[in-house]
Structures are given as C-alpha cells and as structure tokens.
C-alpha cells in the first residue's frame, strides 16, 4: 500500500463487512544484526506478530501492518536507514501509518479500530492513537511505551526524531488502553510502563497485566486467543 511518505505492506482478512477492524502493528523487526550494527534491511526475520493475527476471530477485518521498510523492496522506493533506527517513531511514520488505517477503514467500511502493537509497534499503536477519534481500544503487547526510559535503562543512543509516547498523554486520556507486559521481560520490563503511566491522572481507563512468566517473546502467540478474548470481546 503506498502513502505520503512509504510502501506500506499489508495482510488482510475479511469476515464481513462493516463491524470491527484489528490492525496489529509489527515490532521493529530486524533493525540491528548487534548492539554497535544496523542491518541493511528491517524485514523481521521472525516475527510472532502474524501467528497472532491468524489466531484473531473476533473482528469482523483482521489486518497484519508491517512498519516502513520491512517486506518492501527499497528499489521501488527509497527507504532511509534512519527509519529503523533513530527515527523509527517519526511524525511521517505516524502520519503513514494512519493514512494506511483510514485508507482500510473506508474500504472494509469498518465502524470501529482496535490498534494492537508488539514492542516497538506498541509504540506506534499509542501515537497512531493519539492522532485520531476513532479507536475503541488500544492493546499493546511488551510495548515500548517510552523510549527514553528504555535507552536510559539499556544504555542505548537516544532515538532522535522520534515521537515519545507520554508526551501525548493529554490526547489519550479517553482512549481505553490494556498493555499485556511479560514478567520476566528484561527488555521491556514493567519500568518502561510504569514511566509512561507516569504521565496520566490515576482516573484513566488504562488496563496493565503483567504475566508473570512470559519474557518478550513468549509466550504471546501460544497464549493469544485467551488474552484476545478476556480483553477485546
């Protein structure tokens, strides 16, 4: 799918017309090959984030969203490095990443969005959020929900030209959140949460569940369909 700013590649299934639209959005994907090396190419090499969409049947359209630069040849257009790595979280990745969901909602003719990120595209699904007025619910999944917490706690350079979560709290105060955090996951642990729940008044309709024995990959996909349906039917 093309927008403004990139191609986007997008799975979809369809129930039925009309009803309720889930758009899962993928992590980072493949950014880094290690700590001091980027990758030439962000497509994930594994992922749990498709498993988890074929586990959904609950929506009436189910949509995987892949983030810029993954799955897309960079011969057709080009796609800067900058936008897996420092900048992954820019206002032009927000904006086409929204363009695409509207784009998906006028043609299932959905009346509804649920947004539901893993890690790094829970990031995304929290400022996607922020930028409309018709999402129902937010779910993250072992989100990154405040990248300066996070770089501060892994030693990491901070992600300039990215967009921070928390500092669009105010817009988000009457979206419904549930963020899932893994208890035993050291690289988004549950202080990378509370940083972002920080910046909302204690009244605000956010969910947290920390289970204790998931980490950042597990054991979301086995455990989808449960999770799906205790927080979303």
Not at 33 to 53: F, L, W
Not at 166 to 187: E, T, Y
Not at 208 to 219: K, T
Request: proline share 6%; glycine share 6%; hydrophobic share 40%.
């Amino acid at each position: 799918m093309s927008t403004d700013h990139f191609d986007l590649r997008v799975w979809q299934h369809s129930v039925s017309s009309a009803g309720t639209m889930h758009v899962y959005i993928e992590g980072d994907g493949f950014a880094w090959v290690n700590r001091y090396q980027p990758s030439m190419n962000p497509t994930p090499v594994s992922s749990i984030v498709p498993a988890m969409v074929v586990k959904d049947d609950i929506a009436a359209q189910v949509i995987y969203l892949a983030r810029p630069c993954q799955y897309v040849s960079f011969a057709e257009r080009a796609c800067p490095s900058v936008y897996w790595m420092q900048e992954r979280f820019a206002p032009e990745v927000v904006a086409a990443m929204n363009q695409a969901v509207s784009q998906l909602k006028h043609e299932t003719k959905a009346q509804k969005v649920v947004l539901i990120g893993y890690s790094g595209g829970g990031a995304l699904a929290v400022l996607m959020a922020a930028k409309r007025q018709d999402v129902a619910t937010v779910v993250t999944i072992a989100g990154n929900l405040d990248h300066h917490a996070w770089t501060k706690l892994h030693g990491l350079s901070e992600l300039h030209g990215s967009l921070n979560p928390p500092d669009f709290s105010k817009a988000l105060q009457m979206v419904r959140q549930v963020h899932l955090i893994g208890g035993k996951d050291s690289n988004m642990p549950v202080s990378v949460y509370q940083a972002y729940r920080a910046a909302f008044p204690p009244q605000a309709d956010i969910t947290e569940q920390v289970i204790p024995n998931f980490d950042h990959q597990c054991c979301w996909m086995e455990r989808w369909p449960s999770l799906l349906h205790r927080y979303l039917n």
